[in-house]
């Protein structure tokens, strides 16, 4: 067994990473990786398409402010009770999601916590949403 999934069984927490091209027909990619680790791990169908949900405002916001050529990346961490997505693009200079819009209002929401960070020209979003 590789240190990383006997890691990952001691701790009872599962990672799943994806990385697709920054535009809008490679985002349904993410969603239905999300779904499927979801599924896998026994969350329930309401928070299952509420992530979803979530993730699809997420990732259109942050291919509409990403510069030609960047990559969209995805970390899913699934534990015993909740379930937490990281999405990170580079972003243009100077361009921000947009959180005082009615799509943030729907991710915060569809999921527990949504918090946004900015840092070396990247655009970090951390979904949290526990299991019901």
Not at 34 to 54: M, N, Y
Not at 72 to 83: C, D, M, N, Q
């Amino acid at each position: 067994m590789s240190e990383a999934a006997d890691q990952s069984e001691r701790s009872g927490v599962h990672v799943v990473e994806l990385s697709v091209d920054a535009l809008p027909d490679r985002v349904v990619v993410i969603r239905n990786l999300l779904e499927s680790v979801l599924l896998i791990d026994d969350f329930g169908l309401d928070t299952v398409a509420d992530v979803k949900l979530g993730i699809d405002e997420v990732c259109a916001q942050l291919v509409a402010i990403a510069p030609r050529g960047s990559r969209l990346r995805a970390v899913i961490s699934t534990g015993a009770e909740y379930v937490r997505i990281e999405v990170c693009c580079e972003v243009r200079d100077g361009v921000r999601l947009d959180e005082a819009g009615f799509g943030w209002f729907v991710v915060g929401s569809v999921t527990d916590s949504a918090d946004v960070t900015y840092a070396n020209g990247e655009s970090r979003v951390t979904l949290t949403a526990l299991r019901n």
